[in-house]
Structures are given as structure tokens and as C-alpha cells.
């Protein structure tokens, strides 16, 4: 059964930081894609970071710097380590896992086939 589960979550100040993880089953951390997303209520989910097979990585324009995503094989595992935390983070957190639709770019081009359940992150000023 293709499964991922995140963790990792909470109420954090501005400045501060969170790790999140993301347990995945074996299928889906074999995926070609892993990725992390957030989504606000009313506002499509948008991409925050994401690594391909051969860990090349992308980040969106407003997290770079700050957050890094990087996995651990023996656990499975997928994380986004979240620093300098702004009130604009504030979302629900999604690990993703797929495939690139064309040649190998999984942050525009990703098809994603699996997805967590999430974690919320609430960064108060």
C-alpha cells in the first residue's frame, strides 16, 4: 500500500523553525519525485521544494534560503527543515510523491500521484 504520513508540525513565532517529516512506504519513496507543498484556504496548493531521483532540488522563490528538503534512504523519510519562519508560511504542509511529465523537471513538470494527509504550520507574529 503506497503510503506517506507527515509529521512535525505546530505553532511556532516568527524567526523560529520546524522540521517536518514524512514517512513514506516503500513505492512511493522510490518515486522519481518527492516533494513538499502547502496550500492556505481558498488559494491553490502551490510547490515549496522538491528532489528528484538524482537529488537534484528546487525551491520556490519564497522559501529559498530558508528551507531545505533532503531525505534519508535507510528511513524512507522525506524532510523540509523550515528556518527564519515568517507569518506567510502559515499552511497546511503536504509531502507528494511522482513522476516529471517531460524531461526530468520535477517542480514545474511534476505529475504527483501520491499525497499525505498533512500538517499544519501556524507562524504567529
Known amino acids: 500500500q503506497v503510503q506517506l504520513v507527515e509529521s512535525g508540525g505546530g505553532s511556532v513565532q516568527a524567526g523560529g523553525s520546524l522540521r517536518l517529516s514524512c514517512a513514506a512506504s516503500?513505492?512511493?519513496?522510490?518515486?522519481?519525485?518527492l516533494g513538499w507543498f502547502r496550500q492556505v484556504p481558498e488559494k491553490a496548493r502551490e510547490a515549496v521544494a522538491t528532489?528528484?531521483?538524482?537529488?537534484?532540488?528546487d525551491y520556490s522563490d519564497s522559501v529559498k534560503g530558508r528551507f531545505t528538503i533532503s531525505k534519508d534512504n535507510a528511513k524512507n523519510t522525506l524532510y523540509l527543515q523550515m528556518n527564519s519562519l515568517k507569518p506567510e508560511d502559515t499552511a497546511m504542509y503536504y509531502c507528494?510523491?511522482?513522476?516529471?511529465?517531460?524531461?526530468?523537471?520535477?517542480?514545474?513538470?511534476?505529475?504527483?500521484?501520491?499525497w499525505g494527509q498533512g500538517t499544519q504550520v501556524t507562524v504567529s507574529s
Open positions: 507528494a510523491a511522482g513522476r516529471p511529465q517531460g524531461v526530468g523537471d520535477c517542480f514545474f513538470l511534476g505529475a504527483w500521484d501520491y
Open positions: 516503500k513505492d512511493a519513496y522510490s518515486s522519481y519525485c
Open positions: 528532489l528528484d531521483k538524482y537529488t537534484s532540488i
